[in-house]
């Protein structure tokens, strides 16, 4: 009887989210060396959760970044930044109130392209919209999780020989909600427009876009379940209670080096070996085996508003990169063409930081020329915890920069 009580309880406990109360995030800018070093000293004293960039490891002078305190040190962190005379802001005031607030409302309907769905109505709807659009949409299963969770892909696209492709991926870092919601709208309004709008039929004719909705499916979850501030897989890791891997750490691109560490603790731990996550060879599996049909891939992330390209492993520019500058450009001022979103752009390395071991670095050095990662909304103000309000324009712009990137693709590849 009281082991069965003990039982339940623990699982109440452990179905129990963590919850934010009082937890601030802070946008600071390190004028000096001293200002990192005082970052990195009160990072060192208790955990801070960086959000931009995505390691302390990776703070620059000069460059703003952001990070999350828990209550109970909140204060004192930022009496200690005051100190200093580094410029801050207080982004976040109370995180919990922003992840309450993030939801429209606590109605969950069984799926929705206007809110955050749950992964169980991802895989629903994934089943669905194939079954619906047979002749459009086809639905596989590319690998399984760490946890045993189906990894699936659509594919998208009229049937014809010879096709290119296009690779989108949504979903790497677990915390990123509005990237789901990206890769289903984009599936939407594929469907919705083959046959009515002729830009995106020929798109359709002409080229098949891949499309994996969720790739760190078990991070998705426990976002869902425990902690909406996870951002890497839940592998377990030997020797350590620390938890699993930063995909975009974990491919062969400089694996290893900048931007990335070794320990397992870290939010950008790179992984035993390249690909060592059961997610992220599924996506570079699949990607070895349709080249060369596949001639852009695009990976979306949030937060910041950028349009990167590589390299980030390296400062060195990549061969085409005048191409892709270009295309970068014209992308983001379609984008910004529908509700003003400012993004910027540029190779990765320069734009954000150097971190090694990301899809977009790999995918290029593989052979797959328009490769792109996406920073979507917002630049700070809601971070992570974008409200579901957002989610609409966030999507029909970023469709756009999308649609003009296929066009080239189309035209050029
Ligand atoms: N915020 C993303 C990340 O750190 C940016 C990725 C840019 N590309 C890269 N290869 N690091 O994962
Ligand atoms: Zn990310």
Known sequence: MWILLLLVSIAAVSAEPLTFYGDKVFRVVPQTYEHVELLKSIAGLTKLDFWVPDSVTLLEEGKAADFRAAYDVAYDVQALIAQSGMPFEVMIDDVQKAIDNQLNSNVRSVHSYEQYNELENIYAWTANIAAQNPNLVTRSQIGTSFEGRPIYLLKVGKAGANKNAIFIDCGFHAREWITPAFCQWFVKEAVNSYGSD???????????????????????????????????????????????????????????????????????????????????????????????????????????????????????????????????????????????????????????????????????????????????????KYGFILPESEIVETCEETMLAVKYIANHVLNNA
């Open 198 to 380: 002729p830009e995106f039929t020929n798109l359709l004719n002409n080229l098949d876009f891949y499309v994996l909705p969720v790739l760190n499916v078990d991070g998705y979850v426990y976002t869902w379940t425990n902690d909406r501030m996870w951002r890497k897989t839940r592998s377990l890791n030997k020797n350590t209670p620390c938890v699993g891997t930063d995909p975009n750490r974990n491919f062969a691109a400089g694996w290893g080096t900048n931007g990335a560490t070794s320990s397992p603790c870290s939010e950008v731990y790179c992984g035993t070996i390249p690909e060592s996550e059961s997610e992220t060879r599924a996506l570079g599996d699949f990607i070895r085996s349709n080249l060369p049909a596949i001639k852009s891939y695009l990976t979306i992330h949030s937060y910041s508003q950028m349009l990167l390209f590589p390299y980030s492993y390296t400062h060195k520019l990549a061969n085409d990169y005048d191409e892709l500058f270009t295309l970068a450009e014209g992308a983001v001022n379609a984008l910004s063409s529908l509700y003003g979103t400012q993004y910027t752009y540029g190779p990765g390395g320069k734009t954000i930081y150097l971190s090694s071991g990301g899809s977009d670095d790999w995918a290029y050095d593989t052979g797959v020329k328009y490769s792109f990662t996406f920073e979507l909304r917002d630049t700070g």
